[in-house]
C-alpha cells in the first residue's frame, strides 16, 4: 500500500527559516554558495539567532572547501546579512542581521522584484509537470516576445527565467536545452556571474556572454 504524502509540519521545530528577502534581493550579490553558507548558518542559529560553527565543519557539511566557505562568509559580512566575532582561536560566532527591506521585496513574485513575472511563476495549480512530455517546440523564427507562450515543464519554466533576465528572447530554444541539460543550481549561478558584469564590459550580448561561461564551465566540478 502506497503511503500517504505528508504536508511538513512547522510546529515540531525541526525547521529553519529565511527572509524572502534574501532569495530575492541578495541571491544575485552573494551568489549560490553565499546563499547555502547563510542557509546552513540559519539552520544553526539559536533564539538569539547566532552560532558558532568552526569554517572545517560548515565545508564538511556542505562538501566544499574551506576556503569557499571563507570567502562566502566575507561576502555575507561584506552585505551586512551577517556580523563576525571572533570568540576564540580556532571559532567565531556569527549573527544573522535583520534585513531591512522595501514594501514588496517579500512577495517571492513581483514585477518589481523578480526576473520571473507572476505569470511564469512555479504554480502548481496551474502547471503541471508531466515527464512524459517530451516533444519539440515549435518555435517562429522572429521570436521575439514571450506572448502565447506557456511553459508545460520546470525546464521550460527556468528557460523563460534565463531568457528574460538575458534579455535574450530568441535563445530561448537554447535556454530549453541548457535547463535539460544541467543543474538549475549551475545555470543560476552562471546567470549571477553574468549579471555582476557591466553592460559596457559586455562585447557581444549578456545571451553571448552566458552561453560562452555554461562551456566553458559545464566541464568543472562545482562546490555546493
Known amino acids: 500500500m502506497k503511503e500517504a504524502n505528508h504536508i511538513r509540519d ?33 539552520s544553526l542559529a539559536d533564539s538569539n539567532q547566532s552560532c558558532f560553527p568552526s569554517q572545517k565543519y560548515i565545508a564538511e557539511r556542505l562538501g566544499c572547501s574551506r576556503s569557499t566557505v571563507n570567502k562566502s562568509i566575507k561576502v555575507l559580512v561584506k552585505y551586512g546579512l551577517i556580523k563576525k566575532e571572533r570568540k576564540n582561536r580556532y571559532h567565531c560566532t556569527y549573527s544573522l542581521i535583520k534585513v531591512r527591506c522595501k514594501a514588496k521585496e517579500t512577495q517571492m513574485s513581483h514585477k518589481e522584484t523578480s526576473d520571473v513575472s507572476q505569470m511564469d511563476t512555479n504554480d502548481n495549480k496551474r502547471i503541471k509537470n508531466n515527464i512524459n512530455i517530451d516533444k519539440e517546440r515549435k518555435w517562429t523564427p522572429k521570436f521575439k516576445t514571450f506572448k502565447g507562450f506557456k511553459p508545460r515543464t520546470s525546464e521550460e519554466l527556468l528557460a523563460v527565467d534565463l531568457a528574460k533576465a538575458l534579455d535574450d528572447y530568441q535563445g530561448l530554444p537554447l535556454y530549453i536545452s541548457f535547463a535539460k541539460k544541467y543543474p538549475e543550481a549551475f545555470l543560476r549561478k552562471i546567470l549571477g556571474q553574468v549579471r555582476e558584469i557591466p553592460q559596457e564590459k559586455i562585447r557581444k550580448s549578456k545571451g553571448a556572454l552566458f552561453n560562452h561561461l555554461v562551456q566553458r564551465n559545464s566541464g568543472k566540478p562545482l562546490c555546493f
Open 10 to 42: 512547522l510546529k515540531n521545530g525541526s525547521w529553519f527559516w529565511v527572509d524572502k528577502v534574501i532569495v530575492q534581493k541578495y541571491v544575485p550579490k552573494i551568489g549560490t554558495m553565499g546563499f547555502i553558507v547563510y542557509s546552513f548558518l540559519a
